[in-house]
């Protein structure tokens, strides 16, 4: 049966080119960078190669670059690392759990040793306003956190202005941008951001390895300690092969967004949008934002989505819905719950999320599954019958 892979926003698979990239530092190349011998040394360039390509990626300096294992490190790192006791916390309630559990554990310390966070709620559009931002900052601020683009509906968020406000009020600003990677140009400066978090593999480059971006001067405690890797803000043996990975990947991305890939990614995903919301009952959650070209999060009336994304997965679709699995029960997303969604229209919420190699053939073969299913679903659906509320 055809497989159409339409969750790029949880992972992504390794391009060939990353792939090839990589070979030859998990066998013949496979000193450690620390080591002074000539196979360290071939460790080390590669490592600072890979430092190099991240830095044009970023806009930043080689020296403000930090390999980690990827984006829950990156975000659990700014968090951790900068707050202290009685600190001031903005963030908001659609980010990632890295960073709502993070924000939870600060809090937890007591309330002499806690901080107090305060969670900024979108509009019903996904957006975060910059002027809740502006009022959420209070004299013991020390520390903004804001997602580049939300994992679920793909709305970018205005982080530009974030990064002014964040100048303007002498408060430090991190940056998840680990779902804008590869979809939208990364630029630290322009940003304003003194951290940003990155993971490979939701750019085609492998699991388990990241970068963060953090800004010269900026009074970060390392979250891991031991060795001396990576100017002391890292401990740990540089993952080589992955490191070169992820270099390898953010080049290619590089590359998308100059040569219309991301262009032509946009167009495929507004033509499934179009295609989807010609079901009846069907809406965008999140549509009226500027969105990652590759997201779109769409609720169907009178249908379960955990049934939803069942059903599709048995014809070859596999797509992602609007709930998560917690402690065992499903729980309706926070992030369409914080939009202002009720619990059935989250719950009936599925994300497709298009890799940069998606064809025009993945999208009509996900034209064709998707009315059927929902058609199936609403036949046999007891909400739909109105027998059930
Ligand atoms: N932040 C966002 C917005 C994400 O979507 C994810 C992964 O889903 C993460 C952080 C965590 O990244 P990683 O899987 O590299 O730990």
């Not at 080049?251 to 991301?262: F, K, N, P």
Request: proline share 4%; charged share 20%.
């Amino acid at each position: 049966m055809k497989r159409v892979y339409m969750d790029a926003n949880a992972t992504t698979p390794l391009l060939p080119e990353v792939m090839e990239a990589m070979r030859p530092y998990w066998m013949e190349c496979f000193g450690n960078a620390s080591s002074i011998h000539l196979d360290g040394q071939r460790a080390h360039a590669a490592l600072e190669r890979a430092r190099a390509t991240m830095a044009e990626f970023f806009n930043c300096h080689d020296a403000e670059v930090v390999f980690n294992s990827g984006g829950t490190e990156g975000d659990n790192t700014a968090i951790f690392g900068l707050l202290h006791p009685g600190d001031h916390f903005i963030t908001t309630s659609i980010e990632h759990s890295a960073v709502l559990r993070a924000a939870d554990r600060v809090a937890q310390r007591g309330p002499q040793l806690g901080v107090a966070t305060t969670f900024v709620a979108p509009q019903s559009c996904g957006l975060i306003s910059p002027a809740d931002i502006l009022r959420a900052i209070r004299p013991e601020t020390r520390l903004i956190s804001v997602m580049l683009a939300n994992n679920e509906t793909g709305v970018l968020q205005p982080v530009e202005e974030i990064g002014k406000i964040a100048a303007d009020t002498g408060v430090f600003f991190h940056i998840d941008a680990v779902q804008g990677a590869g979809k939208i140009k990364i630029d630290t400066r322009r940003f304003g951001c003194h951290l940003c978090s990155i993971s490979a593999h939701k750019m085609h480059g492998p699991k388990g390895v990241g970068a963060m971006f953090v800004r010269r001067g900026t009074p970060i405690e390392p979250l891991l300690v031991g060795g001396s890797h990576e100017r002391r803000q890292r401990a740990g043996t540089e993952n080589v092969p992955g490191i070169v990975g992820l270099a390898k990947a953010a080049e290619l991305a590089m590359h998308s967004l100059e040569d219309g890939t991301i262009d032509r990614l946009a167009k495929l995903r507004d033509r499934l949008e179009a295609g989807v919301l010609q079901i009846s009952g069907t809406g965008v959650n999140g549509g009226s934002a500027p969105r990652a070209a590759n997201t779109t999060n769409i609720w169907f009336d009178q249908v379960e989505g955990e049934a939803l994304v069942i059903s599709m997965d048995l014809k070859g679709v596999a797509v992602s819905g609007g709930s998560a699995c917690h402690s065992g029960a499903t729980e309706p997303s926070h992030v369409l719950m914080a939009m202002g969604l009720d619990k059935t229209r989250a719950r009936a919420s599925l994300r497709f999320s298009l890799l940069k190699t998606a064809t025009e053939a993945d999208v009509d073969y996900v034209l064709k599954v998707v009315p059927e299913a929902v058609e199936h679903l609403r036949a046999i659906s007891p909400v739909a019958a109105g027998t059930a509320g």
